[in-house]
Every structure is written in structure tokens, then in C-alpha cells.
């Protein structure tokens, strides 16, 4: 029997060959310089942070060459398989503005060189498995997992390099008639990949972001076909690379070490492989100042609903993420007002191995500029969009009155120096509840007053504070509440109480005090001209008397 009569034992259904799928896929017809990318991820669990990471500079690279940035779903572990991630993974994506041109889509899929999913794509696979089969590349191996447990038992108890490979490859010595044999009698089998290498050689491989460098060969002759089926990532993944004309592969630097079983594959196949740009793993200081990958079960921020929950802007993530990406982005984006980062030219030299780390407070920096440079009909747009989907309570007051929730965001915005308060929604009404009344209410208490002075001097002064106007301008209204602060016996400054403090009860910083404890219950609020603007002359009256009664 030949290699080809045993191909065709295996795969008798298959009759479409090697190039008639080169015919059916052919080069894409694109600029020069334009790169075709993918994410490729598999639907085992929600978008992690380093996952976003990839599938960011794989949409960049693609944008910014004119090229394609495609999706495709490896699901060919269907064991490990989570039923509903593939569309999640496509909708968090979405949430960043990271769309592909084609491929899986989550509910459908585009473009010519699908189907994009790996399930879908099981004839393809079984044609270039029967090419490989067909040329003696490839040989069905019926080892039980028995035999395989044993074999690794025993080459660890000789301390020899585990696997299935040379001398270990027992079904590889099958004749072809032997091994003809066993299929029709029925054997369960799987296809393995003949290596013809060694694992003491030392190879070359290629980078864009590392360089050069050597690595052992590979000499496994790893499963390539599972008796379900379908093929293994390791050989689905190159022939999809091939046949979607990817230009450059941009993954986890996980892959670095079965780059060599990939390139032997390539070569196998007789296809050029596309090039490589490995991206570093997200790393974060742990609690203990030591350096980690971030962990899907440690850390929160590992997984990209996080931020989406807490309702972070998601332009922050991107940005942030960008300066890990390009170490020139930071000032870029300074000098840009934080604006039009697609405009941003981002390349793998300016790509440093080490500085993958994750920062939770540089996040929330880029995400107070980001949030400060929106108008008030924007934030209350995200605030919304956020609240609808995460927070029915934050739903029901923004709702009350669109114009008030705007009024409340948007003192000290739209300015030249706006205030950064923000850095996103989830949580917000800790910040700004007080505006409501009904918050204000239930939350009312006295416990924030200063205790050193005299509650009818509060009361009396808080009286006269009724008439401070908000229709003044600021430094009137400021000038106002410091000439009553003055009539109660305080300093209208710090410098002069510090001079003589036996002569004043406290100073101007007390009055102000003590007018935003009676309206916020709050020590810290924003700016309390402006609160007192958006309360009104009437609910700013209602709870100073309110605190005078109570005190
Ligand atoms: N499906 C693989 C993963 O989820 C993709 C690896 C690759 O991009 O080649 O990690």
C-alpha cells in the first residue's frame, strides 16, 4: 500500500485538494504594506486584560496599513469550551471600538475566507491533513491514553525529555499495510505529525518585536487530528493563518515555545508562514512588591467586565493600554488633548518586553482626562448607557431630570481648568447623591460638624448664611459669606486668626465648612458656589433649616 492509498483509507469523503483551496482562498488583494491580522480567541471565558491587550494592536496594526483585521473563533477544544463566551468575547470587544473588517462576528460572521469558525472548518483541515498523510508527513497513531501515560512514566523515571517523538514514537514504525490494518479493523486513532527534527539543534526565529533569536527544533510528533474529528489548535491554527492570508500573527508570548512546531508545520505544508510579533503578558505588582502575571482568579482587573461593570470610560482602558504598547504614546496622546489616538502611529520597534505592567491608578489618571474633557451632554449620555445596563438606582435619579443631572456634572466643566473628579460612573452617586433630596435625607446627619464650636454660633451663623445669593458672581458670593462669617466672630482669613486666635471663634475655612456640611453632609464636595447654584435658594434653605432644627 502507498501513503496515498492509506490517505484515502482515512479520508475516503475527501476528494477537493490543496489547490483547490489556494484557488477558492486566494492572496488577498491588498496595497503593498497593508497587514491582514486576527485575534483568534477561543470561547473558554470572558475577555481577559492581556486578551485586549493582543487584539488592540492587532485591529491598530490593520487600521493603520490599510489592511484587515479578521476574527476567528478557535473553538476545536471543545471540551473546554463555555457555551455563549464566543459572542460575549465580541461584544466586550465591541464595547472598545475593536470591530473587525470580517470574520466572526458573534451572531454572524463576513468575509470571503470563512467560515471563521474552527468547527466549521473541519473539511478544510481534512484535506490538508490527507496532503500530509498522502506525502508520509503524518501517520495515524493508535496508542491508548494508557500507553501514553506509561510512556511518560517511564521517560521520566529514565530522565529522558518526555513526548512522543524518534525512538518513543512507537506507531511511527507502523508499516503503512500494518497500520491499513488496524483501521479496518476498526482501532480508534488519532494523526500525528512526523517530525524529521531534534530537539538538541538549535533553530533561528524570528521576531518583530524581539528580534532574532535561536530555539530548540522541534521533535515531537505531536497529535495534529483528534478522534473527534477535528484537528488540534496547533495545526488548525497554520492552516487558517495560510488560507486567510494572514500577513503577521500577533499573540501572547505563551506561543514562543511552539513557534517551532508551527514553522515545522509551515514547512510541511509547503507555505510561506506569515511573520510573528509575540506581545508581552500583563504583569502587576502583587501586594508583597513582587512582580506577577495578572491572575484570572487573584485579580479583578485581569478580566475586562471589570472595568466595563465599574463603568470606567473605555477609551481610558485603550489609552492606558497604548502607553504599555508604545513607550513615545504617553506624550503623544499629552500633546493631542488626549484626542484622536487613531491618529497615533504605533510601531513594534517602540515596544518594550518588560514594561507590561499593569497600573490601576495610571488607568484612573487617563480616565479623570478623559472624562474632564466632556461636555455635559456627553457624560450624561455614558452615564446613562452605564446606569441602563449596571445600575438601576443611579437609573432612577438620573431620570428624574436630565437637566439637573447635568447641571450637577457639569459644575467646574466645560472650563479651561476642568475639574477631575471623575474617573468613572460606577459609584458615582457616593460623589454627587446629596444633589437628590431623597439621598440627602436619608442619609442626614450631624456627626461631620465641628464639635469645637458652639452650636448656636452654627445655628445663628448658618441663619444669616440663608441670604448668601447664588445669582452673585463667585467672588461676591465669597466676599458675602466671609462678612457673615465676620459678624459671628470669625477671621476672615487664616493669617488673621492665626494672629490673634484668642479674638475669633475659627476663620472663614470654618464658615465654608460648616454651609457645606449643612448642605451636602459631606466634608468634601465640589466647589459650594456651584452646589448651592444646583440646589436652588429654596432646597439650599430647606436644609440649613433643616440642620438648625436638629442641632
Ligand atoms: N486560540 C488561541 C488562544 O486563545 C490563539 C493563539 C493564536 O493567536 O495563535 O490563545
Redesign the pocket.
Known amino acids: 500500500m502507498t501513503y496515498e492509498e492509506l490517505a484515502q483509507l482515512i479520508f475516503p469523503e475527501i476528494s477537493v485538494s490543496i489547490d483547490d483551496l489556494e484557488k477558492k482562498y486566494p492572496p488577498r488583494n491588498l496595497p503593498i504594506g497593508a497587514e491582514v491580522t ?5 470561547p ?1 471565558g470572558f475577555l481577559h486584560t492581556g ?1 485586549l491587550f ?1 487584539s488592540m494592536i492587532c485591529h491598530k496594526l490593520a487600521k493603520q496599513t490599510n489592511g484587515v483585521f479578521y476574527i476567528r473563533l ?1 473553538d476545536t477544544d471543545t471540551k473546554r469550551e463555555i457555551e455563549g463566551s464566543g459572542l460575549r468575547l465580541l461584544e466586550e470587544m465591541h464595547q472598545f471600538n475593536i470591530v473587525p473588517d470580517e470574520g466572526y462576528l458573534g451572531d454572524h460572521q463576513i468575509g470571503s475566507y470563512g467560515p471563521y469558525v474552527q468547527s466549521q472548518r473541519a473539511d478544510i483541515y481534512k484535506v490538508c491533513i490527507k496532503y500530509l498523510l498522502s506525502k508520509g508527513l503524518a501517520y495515524p497513531c493508535f496508542c491508548t491514553q494508557q500507553d501514553i501515560d506509561e510512556l511518560r512514566q517511564a521517560q521520566e523515571a529514565n530522565k529522558i525529555l518526555p513526548g512522543y517523538y524518534g525512538p518513543f514514537a512507537k506507531c511511527r514504525g507502523l508499516t503503512i499495510d500494518e497500520a491499513a490494518e488496524l483501521i479496518k479493523q476498526g482501532k480508534p486513532f488519532v494523526i500525528r505529525f512526523r517530525s524529521n527534527g531534534n530537539h538538541n539543534n538549535k533553530i533561528k526565529v524570528s521576531d518583530l518585536i524581539r528580534g532574532t533569536f535561536s530555539i530548540a527544533e522541534n521533535d515531537q510528533d505531536i497529535v495534529i487530528y483528534k478522534s473527534d474529528g477535528l484537528p488540534t ?1 496547533h495545526f488548525a ?1 497554520i492552516c487558517d ?1 495560510h488560507f486567510m492570508r494572514t500577513t503577521t ?4 508570548e ?2 514562543i515555545s511552539s513557534l517551532p512546531i508551527h514553522l515545522q508545520l509551515f514547512e510541511a505544508m509547503g507555505w510561506k508562514p506569515p511573520m510573528y510579533a509575540h506581545v508581552p503578558v500583563i504583569m502587576k505588582i502583587d501586594e508583597n512588591g513582587n512582580k506577577r502575571k495578572l491572575s484570572k482568579r487573584k485579580d479583578v482587573e485581569a478580566s475586562v467586565s471589570y472595568f466595563l461593570d465599574d463603568g470606567y470610560p473605555s477609551e481610558a482602558l485603550i489609552m492606558y493600554l497604548m502607553t504599555i504598547v508604545n513607550s513615545n504614546f504617553e506624550e503623544w496622546i499629552f500633546q493631542n488633548n488626549f484626542k484622536n489616538m487613531q491618529d497615533f502611529q504605533f510601531s513594534f520597534d517602540k515596544m518594550s518586553l518588560d514594561g507590561a505592567l499593569f497600573d490601576i491608578v495610571k488607568l484612573q489618571f487617563f480616565a479623570r482626562e478623559i472624562l474632564s474633557r466632556k461636555t455635559k451632554h456627553e457624560m450624561l449620555d455614558m452615564a446613562l448607557e452605564y446606569a441602563k445596563n449596571h445600575d438601576s438606582r443611579l437609573l432612577y435619579f438620573i431620570n428624574l431630570n436630565h437637566g439637573y443631572f447635568m447641571d450637577i456634572i457639569n459644575i467646574e466643566r466645560e472650563v479651561e481648568n476642568p475639574r477631575k473628579d471623575y474617573y468613572k460612573f460606577g459609584g458615582i452617586l457616593d460623589l454627587i447623591g446629596f444633589f437628590y433630596h431623597e439621598i440627602y435625607d436619608a442619609q442626614f446627619n450631624l456627626d461631620a460638624f465641628n464639635p469645637n464650636i458652639d452650636k448656636t454660633i452654627i445655628k445663628e451663623t448658618l441663619s444669616d448664611l440663608k441670604s448668601l445669593d447664588a445669582n452673585l458672581s463667585n467672588e461676591e458670593w465669597f466676599t458675602k459669606m466671609k462678612e457673615i462669617g465676620e459678624q459671628h466672630g470669625f477671621a476672615p482669613n487664616n493669617k488673621t486668626y492665626k494672629a490673634n486666635k484668642d479674638a475669633y471663634k475659627g476663620h472663614v475655612g470654618d464658615v465654608a465648612e460648616m454651609l457645606r456640611i449643612a448642605l451636602t453632609n459631606k466634608k468634601n464636595a465640589p466647589n459650594l458656589y456651584y452646589v448651592m447654584k444646583v440646589l436652588g435658594k429654596n432646597e439650599s434653605n430647606r436644609r440649613i433649616d433643616k440642620v438648625i432644627k436638629s442641632l
Open positions: 486576527r485575534f483568534a480567541p477561543s473558554t486578551s493582543t478557535e489548535y491554527h493563518d500573527v500577533i499573540r501572547g505563551e506561543w
